[in-house]
């Protein structure tokens, strides 16, 4: 069964500053992943996806992810955050085979002034 | 097109009662999703339809959950005797021939269950 795990639940962090959010999953088979953003009450936006080729991935809003398979973890980064940035991150998992995606359990970054 | 619509954004119900939500999905979308997002959880994926049809229902729908998508359009997910533990934000997604590309969401319907 697939599964993704974000380690940090919170990531705080000063504006320009760059930052790493974590996340890792497993599956028994070739997978597809994706970063989204959640902004206070509104719906999922899709960051970036991983479907296949360059391991390296960049997105909107500046931010890159980068697929590793021998570590199954599929980091999000930014060199430098905005306060704009501020909002709950979902990395998430889906197989070839079916669309439904697997949610991590969500990254809330806070971005300080 | 403005997108993934639900409706409403809000609902608060009390306890034992039966609330119906409706999802628009994007026009040429044939595969429309229903998620679950409890508070500090990410979603969790309810159910599907590839046009009309429902391919997959997680186990998570119990029995007072049932979902609709006549004429592969709209969608209806409805909740009968609604429980405390159904307070939730519901989020529909839809995408265009599945094959992981790209799943579009809608702001979501809030429910408080008191």
């Known amino acids: 069964a697939q599964s993704v795990t974000q380690l940090d639940s919170q990531v705080p962090v000063f504006e320009e500053a760059p930052v790493e959010l974590r996340c890792n999953y497993s599956s028994s088979v070739s997978v597809y992943l994706f970063w989204y953003v959640q902004y206070p009450n509104q719906g999922l936006q899709l960051l970036l996806k991983y479907l296949s080729g360059s391991t390296l991935v960049k997105g909107i809003n500046g931010f890159e992810a980068e697929f590793n398979k021998s570590q199954t973890s599929f980091h999000l980064r930014k060199p430098s955050v905005h306060i704009s940035d501020t909002a709950e991150y979902f990395c998430?998992?889906?197989?070839?085979?079916?669309?439904?995606?697997?949610f991590g359990t969500g990254t809330r970054l806070q971005v300080f002034p | 097109d403005t997108g993934v619509s639900q409706n409403p954004r809000h609902k608060i119900t009390k306890r034992g009662q039966n609330v119906t939500f409706r999802c628009d999905p994007i026009?040429?979308?044939?595969?429309l999703y229903w998620y679950r997002q409890t508070l500090g959880q990410g979603p969790e994926f309810l159910t599907y339809f590839q046009n009309e049809a429902q391919l997959e229902k997680s186990r998570l729908l119990s029995d007072r959950f049932s979902a609709e998508r006549p004429k592969g359009s709209f969608s209806t997910l409805e909740i009968q005797r609604t429980e405390q533990g159904d307070s939730a934000m519901y989020l529909c997604?839809?995408?265009?021939?599945?094959?992981?590309?790209?799943?579009?969401f809608g702001q979501g319907t809030r429910l408080t269950v008191v």
């Open positions: 998430a998992v889906s197989d070839h085979l079916g669309d439904k995606l697997i």
């Open positions: 997604a839809s995408s265009l021939d599945g094959g992981n590309t790209e799943a579009f």
């Open positions: 026009s040429e979308h044939n595969r």
